[in-house]
Every structure is written in structure tokens, then in C-alpha cells.
């Protein structure tokens, strides 16, 4: 197993850059759906649900070949890594736009209340009160939203991507070790996984121990 070990280990390393670049795509892209189809003109408003719905309800490796076999069509060519940070990004920011949603409706109307008492653009009360105690609610669903993301990366061998799950790919094509290699390819998406479900679980103690504070 010690033999197979390095080439898994550079795919994993291009896992974890597409899962970091995709956790970034997905986190911008959510939350200007969310904050435009609450709060954006009409324009913007049916833009964000056109968003939500095309990515939420079409399959996300659809997405992957769209963006990499038709984009050139209309004169943009992408490379397979960008390709696969933003198919991947954008399908979990769809979901992440209905959580951030969610979040900030279960804030107590008060607080909005308070914020105009105060003189507060909407935008201010966003940013300095609304969103800051929505965070607390949102982060359990984002922690299954990354995970469910590093998952999703396993799609992008099919763009001939050098990820984790192509290289045990050609490496069980070469040497037919397929229990070997694919127990290694386990225990290395696991362990990943672990890895962002304890920086996430961190992340909510703090941002709790962070509102309790503010609340006091």
C-alpha cells in the first residue's frame, strides 16, 4: 500500500485546492443569491432564482461538462482546474443561498427593529447586526455543504482532472489492486472530511462563545 500512497497523496492534493477554491465560490456565490432574492430589485431578485433553481435542480456533473464542453462554443474556454472550482462552487452555493436565507429569517425581527431605531441602511444592519447571529444558525448546514462538496470533486476526473479519485482510477487500471488502492482513496476522503468537520465545529463554538458576549 506504502507504494501507492504518493501518487494518491498529489490527487489529494488537487482535491483539497479544488475543495478550498469551490468552499469559496460557493460561500460568495450564496450569499449574493441570498441577499438578492431577499433584498435586490426585481432584476436582481429573478436573477438570484434563476440562479437557485438552474443549480439546485440540474445534476451538478451536467454542470461540470456544460461549462467545459459548451462554454467554447461561446468563446470561452476555461481549464479543467477553474472548471472544476466553479461548477462545484456554484452548484453548493445554490444550496448554501436557501441556508444563508434561512439563517437570517430566524434572526428576531427586533433586531431589524433596533437597527432602524439606530438609523441603520438595511445593508449596514446586514453586515454589523442581522448576519452576525444568523452565522451561529448557518454553520452546521454549511459543514455538511463543504462535505457534501469535497464528495462532489470526485466528478471532476471525468474532466481528466489529476484529482484524487482519477489517479485511483489509472492506478487500478495499471495494477489491478483494487482493494488496496480504494481502501487508501477511503481513508484519505475520510480523513479530509474530518479535518473540515472539526475546523467547522471550532468555528460555531467560537462564533456562539462570540454571540453569547455580544448578548452580554
Known amino acids: ?7 494518491l ?22 450569499l449574493a443569491a441570498a441577499i ?5 430589485p426585481r432584476p436582481v431578485r429573478w ?3 434563476t440562479y ?4 439546485r435542480g440540474t445534476s451538478a456533473l451536467v454542470q461540470l461538462f456544460w461549462l467545459f464542453f459548451v462554454l467554447p462554443y461561446f468563446g470561452v474556454t476555461l481549464e479543467p482546474f477553474t472548471v472544476g472550482i ?7 452555493g445554490a444550496y448554501g443561498a436557501e441556508v444563508i436565507r434561512g439563517a437570517i429569517q430566524s434572526v428576531d425581527r427586533g433586531q431589524w427593529e433596533a437597527s432602524r431605531a439606530l438609523n441603520m441602511t438595511r ?38 482532472l489529476g484529482d484524487l479519485a482519477f489517479k485511483a482510477q489509472q492506478m487500478n487500471q495499471n495494477t489491478l489492486k483494487t482493494v488496496e488502492i480504494f481502501s487508501l482513496v477511503l481513508l484519505i476522503y475520510l480523513a479530509i472530511a474530518l479535518v473540515i468537520t472539526s475546523l467547522m465545529r471550532a468555528l460555531e463554538r467560537k462564533a456562539a462563545k462570540g454571540l453569547s458576549r455580544g448578548r452580554g
Open 123 to 160: 445593508m449596514q444592519a446586514l453586515r454589523r447586526i442581522i448576519l452576525p447571529q444568523a452565522l451561529v444558525a448557518m454553520i452546521p448546514p454549511w459543514g455538511n455543504l463543504f462535505i457534501e462538496l469535497l464528495k462532489a470533486t470526485a466528478l471532476v476526473s471525468m474532466i481528466s
Open 9 to 30: 497523496l498529489r490527487g489529494a492534493w488537487i482535491t483539497i485546492q479544488i475543495t478550498a477554491g469551490g468552499i469559496v465560490v460557493a460561500i460568495l456565490a450564496a
Open 86 to 92: 466553479a461548477a462545484l462552487g456554484l452548484n453548493v
Open 52 to 55: 437557485i433553481e438552474i443549480f
Open 36 to 40: 438578492g432574492k431577499m433584498y435586490g
Open 47 to 49: 436573477l438570484a432564482i
Open 1 to 7: 500500500m506504502r507504494v501507492f500512497l504518493p501518487e
